[in-house]
């Protein structure tokens, strides 16, 4: 059966190709490329962002560490929520340029707490 840490390196590996296809889909966006319509574009962040949900169920599962019992957790599920509206915003929802980039350094700023909640298991990452 497969490890907590392999679980855990699938998780740490699917945030960092995550945030890579963000920060590639945000650059293609403030170019106004074609590219970004690719198919492989669309489907892949999906498939990663799945995975990456999927496998912090299981370790939450396994950990017996809750969202909404653990505070760190809870901050990681509302940040996540913030990245997912933040990227809407910035790749497609964004009614103008200076909106839509506003929206994806906002997003990247939220990727950075979470990955420092994650690090530090404090939601309060500057105290
Ligand atoms: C964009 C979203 C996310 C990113 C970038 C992210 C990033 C990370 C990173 C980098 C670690 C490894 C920390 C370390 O040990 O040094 C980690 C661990 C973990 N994450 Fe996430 N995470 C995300 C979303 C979530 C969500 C939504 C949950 C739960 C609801 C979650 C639950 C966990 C758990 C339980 C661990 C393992 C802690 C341990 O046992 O060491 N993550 N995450």
Same mark, same amino acid.
């Given at each position: 059966?497969?490890?907590?840490?392999?679980?855990? *390196?699938? *998780?740490?590996?699917?945030?960092?190709?995550?945030?890579?296809? +963000?920060?590639?889909?945000?650059?293609?966006?403030?170019? *106004?490329?074609?590219?970004?319509?690719?198919?492989?574009?669309?489907?892949?962040? *999906?498939?990663?962002?799945?995975?990456?949900?999927?496998?912090?169920?299981?370790?939450?599962?396994?950990?017996?560490?809750?969202? +909404?019992?653990?505070?760190?957790?809870?901050?990681?599920?509302?940040?996540?929520?913030?990245?997912?509206?933040?990227?809407?915003?910035?790749?497609?929802?964004?009614?103008?340029?200076?909106?839509?980039?506003?929206? +994806?350094?906002?997003?990247?700023?939220?990727?950075?707490?979470?990955?420092?909640?994650?690090?530090?298991?404090?939601?309060?990452?500057?105290?």
């Amino acid at each position: 059966m497969i490890s907590y840490i392999a679980v855990k *390196h699938i *998780h740490v590996t699917c945030a960092a190709l995550s945030i890579s296809l +963000f920060l590639l889909r945000g650059v293609l966006m403030l170019r *106004h490329s074609a590219m970004l319509q690719q198919r492989w574009l669309k489907i892949t962040p *999906h498939v990663v962002d799945t995975l990456l949900l999927a496998s912090a169920l299981t370790m939450v599962a396994w950990s017996a560490q809750y969202p +909404f019992v653990q505070s760190w957790l809870t901050a990681k599920v509302l940040a996540l929520l913030a990245y997912i509206v933040l990227g809407m915003i910035a790749l497609k929802r964004g009614k103008t340029a200076s909106i839509r980039l506003m929206a +994806f350094i906002a997003a990247l700023l939220v990727f950075a707490y979470i990955v420092a909640v994650a690090i530090t298991r404090q939601a309060l990452v500057f105290s």
